[in-house]
């Protein structure tokens, strides 16, 4: 362990001094890359989702803290980058200022009063910082659970192209929506279908619609402007 030091108040600094220490000092920890991190990183977000949904406050408290870590691992990682180092006060400071300029009905003058409100403002912070994109797919990852990815995607595509129209009758509620969801891929097994992949390569020809929309002429109900 590090020795105590003027740090030792304060947790989250300590925690990362300890991070520190092991890099150092852990030659199994000194090997790790940030693509060697990435199956750990996958793994705590799972166990920490688990935990939310179905554990208890102390298996939250955990997981958070096996999550952080992760971080702390890949700004200590990044710290020691010969050609681009950043380090975990660098993550730190890049989020506040973000958080700050994503808020500006708490740290500006603007007004949100509704949950709706701070969604437009929210976003159109973030369309002024990704304002070089010039795909709706842009900072999609692909990598995403397929319904997560699902959801993003017709979220994104909206703007750009017609999107499937919900199944009718719809779901009532969300119990269910996952009797729906699990009836669908049941149906799946009896067939032999791999009901992932479908999910996939239909999201995969969505996308090639959107990307085939974005580079026509406008469309001539605008939802091919971008600039929108």
Known sequence: MPQPGPAA??????????????????VWTQQITHRDL?????????????????????????????????????????????????????????????????????????????????????????????????????????????????????GRAGAVVETPAPATPPPATESELGDALLALVAAARVHGWDAERALRERLRALEDEVRAAEASPRDTDGRGDLEE
């Open 9 to 26: 108040s304060d947790p989250l600094r300590r925690v990362a001094e300890v991070m520190q220490a092991v890099r150092d000092r852990c």
């Open 38 to 154: 990435v199956p750990y990183l996958v793994e705590e977000s799972a166990e920490l989702i688990d935990a939310v949904e179905a554990g208890t406050r102390d298996d939250m408290r955990e997981e958070l803290g096996d999550l952080l870590w992760q971080v702390l691992f890949h700004a200590e990682i990044a710290a020691r980058d010969p050609d681009e180092p950043f380090d975990i006060d660098d993550v730190a400071r890049g989020l506040e200022e973000k958080m700050v300029r994503r808020h500006p009905h708490v740290f500006g003058d603007a007004v949100a009063r509704t949950p709706d409100e701070v969604l437009v403002l929210w976003n159109a912070a973030k369309a002024q910082e990704k304002h070089e994109r010039r795909s709706v797919l842009e900072g999609v990852s692909e990598r995403m659970p397929s319904l997560a990815l699902a959801e993003k995607l017709l």
